[in-house]
């Protein structure tokens, strides 16, 4: 009898221990978002439209987020947080370097040294990566590329902003359109010393319909993407949005991007609550000199 009790201890401890995912007491990054490399289409998702010559892109990314304390023990870490995300890329034939930053601008919680007012210049942390397409033709119906991604620590640990240590990512990609459908995937690793490296992995679907007769289009869609600590078996985050955007090119060979998307949202905390996130992205024109496809 005596064994049996302590069998079924060992068994509810190790359950615990494979569906807990496990935190650092003096501070982590505990809200993320991360938002495709400018220039990429989706919001989430990479459509690996890399070709053409010497060419660039900006993008301005917001979003807002409100966890829910229900089901949890302690209060969330962020109950609403608000943040705003620029990016920049340059690309060249089947190559895009990028670099992105991000800054809060409104944030509500049980953070112990939270405080935007005394700390208006927070930075998170910083971004930069390259992105390829390395096989596939650049608007056929399969092609697949790779990334690798460097997060530089900016903000403060103890803000519950940053994990305070450099993690990297790496990542294997995928996109196609197939007529009026068009959608995109990856899955990698995000190497993440002090939390526990992670699967990430995510995915994107949508039907891009023509504006009129013009070039202009719509596309509505879904994307999701999630991160699994790979230790503890737990989720790290998780993202389901239905989204859309309007593509608007112009004369001159620009293409103007509006993005719009919400849903749902898990943080590592296991809260419940959703996401709501606006997009605006330029592409620029690349060079005439256009190399070999």
């Known amino acids: ?13 190790a359950l615990l221990c494979v569906a807990t995912p496990a935190f650092a007491a003096d501070g982590y990054l505990a809200q993320r978002f991360d938002p495709a490399p400018a220039g990429a289409g989706w919001l989430t998702q990479d459509s690996l439209k890399l070709s053409g010559g010497l060419g660039g892109a900006v993008a301005l990314t917001t979003g807002y987020t409100h966890t829910s304390a229900a089901g949890l023990t302690t209060a969330p870490i962020f109950s609403d947080f608000a943040r705003a995300n620029i990016g920049f890329a340059a690309t060249y034939s089947r190559y895009r370097l990028s670099f992105d930053l991000a800054s809060p601008v409104y944030v509500r919680g049980s953070a112990p040294n939270m405080d935007i007012a005394s700390h208006p210049d927070t930075i998170l942390d910083v971004r930069i990566g390259v992105d390829a397409r390395i096989w596939g033709d650049v608007n056929g119906p399969f092609r697949v590329g790779a990334g690798a991604q460097v997060f530089v620590p900016s903000a403060d640990r103890s803000d519950y902003m940053s994990d305070g240590t450099y993690r ?4 294997v990609l995928a996109a196609g359109d197939i007529g009026h459908w068009v959608y ?29 007769e013009t070039q202009a289009a719509v596309v509505i869609g879904a994307e999701c ?21 309007l593509e608007l090119p112009s004369k001159n060979g620009h293409l103007l991007r509006l993005k719009i998307g919400g849903g749902l949202n898990a943080d590592i905390s296991g809260g419940l609550g959703w996401r709501a996130v606006i997009g605006m992205e330029v592409v620029g024109l690349a060079t005439a000199d256009t190399p070999a496809d």
């Open 1 to 13: 009898m005596r064994n049996s009790r302590t069998i079924r201890a060992f068994c509810v401890t």
């Open 168 to 171: 990297g990512q790496l990542r």
């Open 184 to 212: 995109a995937a990856n899955v990698g690793l995000h190497i993440r010393p002090l939390m526990g490296h992670e699967l990430v992995y995510g995915a994107a679907t949508g039907w891009r319909l023509p504006v009129g």
């Open 225 to 245: 993407s999630a991160a699994q600590q790979l230790q503890a078996v737990a989720h790290s985050m998780t993202d389901a949005l239905l989204t859309g955007r």
